[in-house]
C-alpha cells in the first residue's frame, strides 16, 4: 500500500469528440452537451478502462490521449491482489460482445470499479449523459445511426494506435462552423507538432484469466544477474529475501482472508472491509501470528 490512506483512486475523463460536442450539441440536439465522455479510473499507476474487453495500460498510455479533467475519486485500501481478483470478475460481464454505446459502456465500467475501490460513485453528469442524448428528439433519431461508433469504441485495444471517432452525423445536418475552430482543425493538427512518445509496456485483462504481466516487466534478467554473481546453493536470492518474500506473501494471504470475511458479513463496503482487513493482518503481523 502506498501509505495509511491507501492509494489514491483518479477518474480520467476524456472528451471523444475534441471539443465538437460542444459546438454542435444545442444545434443539432437542441441541448448542450459538453462532451462525449470516456473515462478511465486509475490506480497504483495503472489505468483501467473497458472498450474491446477490460484494459489495463500505464497511466497515460491509452489510445484516448490526454485526460481533459482527471477528478481526484479519494483512497482505496484494497490490496492489489483482490483488485486483480475483481478486475477478471468484471471481465466476464464487460466483454467485447457485451459493449453497448447507452447501457453498458466505459463509464459503467468506470462507475463499478470507481464504486468497489471508494465506496463512491463517478460524476452522475457522465454516467446520464446517454439518456440525455435520447432524451431529445434528435437524439433517438440518431441512435440507429450510432453502430459505427459503436463498433470503434467496442473494439479499442490498449495498444492501439490514437482514436479518431468517426461522425455518425450526416454533414448537411450540421451547423456552419468558423474555419480554423478546434472541430475543423481537428486534434492531428493541434497534435502535429508535438515530440512522438514512446509506447509503454500495456497489460490487457483477458475474460476470466488471471492478470498478465507486460512484456518487459519479466524479472528473469535480474535472477540471471544475480546468478551471474557466482556459485550459489541453488538459488539467487538470500535468506533474507526468501524471509521477506514469505512474510509479505503471508500478510497478502491474512489480508484476503480476513477481507472475504468481512464481506461475507455483509456490513462494510469493499474499501471499508480491505481496510479493516489491512489492519488486522499488520496486528497479527505485529503479534508474530503469521
Known amino acids: 500500500m502506498a501509505d495509511d490512506e491507501g492509494q489514491k483512486v483518479l477518474l480520467y475523463v476524456y472528451d471523444l469528440s475534441q471539443g465538437f460536442a460542444a459546438q454542435v450539441s444545442q444545434a443539432v440536439l437542441g441541448k448542450h452537451i459538453a462532451g462525449i465522455w470516456h473515462t478511465s479510473v486509475v490506480v497504483g499507476g495503472f489505468e483501467y478502462f473497458y472498450g474491446g474487453g477490460v484494459q489495463k495500460a500505464l497511466a497515460g498510455s491509452t489510445p484516448y490521449g ?4 482527471i477528478v481526484n475519486l479519494g483512497h482505496t485500501q484494497i490490496p492489489q491482489e483482490v483488485l486483480n481478483d475483481y478486475v477478471n470478475e468484471l471481465s466476464q460481464v464487460f466483454t467485447p460482445q457485451a459493449y453497448n454505446l447507452f447501457t453498458n459502456n ?15 460513485p463517478i460524476p452522475e453528469h457522465i454516467t446520464s449523459l446517454p439518456s440525455e442524448v435520447l432524451s431529445t428528439p434528435m437524439g433517438r433519431m440518431l441512435a440507429p445511426m450510432l ?12 495498444g492501439d494506435s490514437p482514436l479518431q471517432l468517426n461522425s455518425p452525423i450526416p454533414g448537411f445536418m450540421l451547423p456552419q462552423l468558423q474555419q480554423g475552430t478546434p472541430a475543423q482543425t481537428g486534434p ?9 512518445q514512446p509506447t509503454p509496456p500495456i497489460m490487457t485483462y483477458p475474460v476470466a484469466a488471471p492478470v498478465k504481466e507486460s512484456a518487459g516487466a519479466s524479472r528473469a534478467p535480474a535472477v540471471e544477474k544475480q546468478e551471474a554473481a557466482g556459485p550459489s ?9 526468501q524471509a521477506k518474500a514469505a512474510q509479505k506473501a503471508a500478510f497478502e494471504a491474512a489480508v484476503r482472508a480476513e477481507f472475504a ?9 469493499a474499501n471499508e472491509a480491505a481496510a479493516l482487513a489491512v489492519a488486522a493482518a499488520r496486528q497479527s503481523l505485529a503479534r508474530g501470528q503469521m
Open 66 to 69: 490526454h485526460p481533459v479533467e
Open 106 to 120: 466505459c463509464n459503467n465500467f468506470s462507475n463499478e470499479l470507481a464504486t468497489f475501490l471508494t465506496g463512491q
Open 147 to 158: 453502430s459505427g461508433v459503436e463498433s470503434q469504441l467496442g473494439n479499442v485495444q490498449a
Open 188 to 196: 492531428s493538427a493541434s497534435s502535429s507538432a508535438a515530440p512522438a
Open 233 to 241: 546453493r541453488g538459488y539467487s536470492i538470500n535468506d533474507s529475501d
Open 261 to 269: 470475511r468481512i464481506m461475507a458479513v455483509g456490513k462494510n463496503t
